[in-house]
């Protein structure tokens, strides 16, 4: 059976997984993933991509920040579940290379405060 460009997998159809943005974790849409590799069943829930609320941070030349534990490094470091989405001109004005970055916990309460939002 054949939708679009998406096969049904015989045993799980649509064969779904939730999409969970992978700067602020919120979900944002579901993946059809169809009939995979031996019709294995979708992971429930996927990180990729970024939500549109991240995505237009990003977009209008922005920065998004996510804060972690002191003296995390590597590629997946433990996050405290804190973020900001700076503008451009902050993001210049710090010499912010990358779109997405870690900023350690004593780092970020030095710049931040105690501030708590969520990109818009
Ligand atoms: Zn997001």
Redesign the pocket.
Known sequence: MKNNDIFLSPKHGLNPSILH??????D?GIALLGKLKGDKEAPKEISQG??????NVVDQGGA?IIEVRDGETGDNPYRTGRLVGVSKNFKEKYHIEHALMYMEKSSFSKVFGNVTF??K
Do not use: D, F
Request: proline share 12%; charged share 10%; net charge neutral.
């Open positions: 943005c992978i700067c602020c974790g919120e944002y970024l939500c549109p609320k991240c995505q998004l969520t990109p």
